[in-house]
């Protein structure tokens, strides 16, 4: 399982976890982080959480990878829902971190079938609830 480039291994769990989040809605957003050389779910959040929770899940010195599934409204007032994979490196965070997680998103990615718009965020401002939405339309 583990990707010779990377050598990183992607836990069962994350996929099941992404699967119940795009067909059961069963969670709001999924943390993922890497430990041990494998991508693991860290947090998963609930229906009712809102962007903000989201956010605030997200530490403040480390790499995360991160689902976030949004609910928005048209211009035509159609209720829709896209899901967004965030690739969370602050600046704060290590270098060597960085390159890890730089180095196997893409991979990870291609394993979470069904992703619709991908955003990198270095810190909070580039992920606003206002850039999401303007991601999402």
């Not at 860290?42 to 976030?68: H, M, Q, W």
């Amino acid at each position: 399982m583990a990707n010779a480039a990377s050598g990183m291994a992607v836990k069962d769990d994350c996929k099941l976890k992404f699967l119940e989040l795009k067909s059961k809605r069963n969670y709001r957003f999924i943390i993922f982080k890497i430990e041990e050389q494998q991508v693991i779910v860290e947090k998963l959040g609930s229906p009712e959480e809102s962007y903000e929770d989201f956010t605030n899940s997200l530490p403040i010195n480390e790499c995360r990878y991160a689902v976030y599934d949004f609910d928005f409204t048209t211009d035509e007032n159609c209720q829709k829902s896209k899901i967004f994979f965030i690739a969370w490196a602050p600046d704060t965070s290590k270098v060597r971190a960085k390159m890890v997680y730089a180095s196997s998103k893409d991979r990870f990615k291609r394993e979470l079938d069904g992703i619709q718009v991908e955003l990198q965020a270095t810190d909070p401002s580039e992920m606003s609830f206002d850039i999401i939405k303007t991601r999402a339309l």
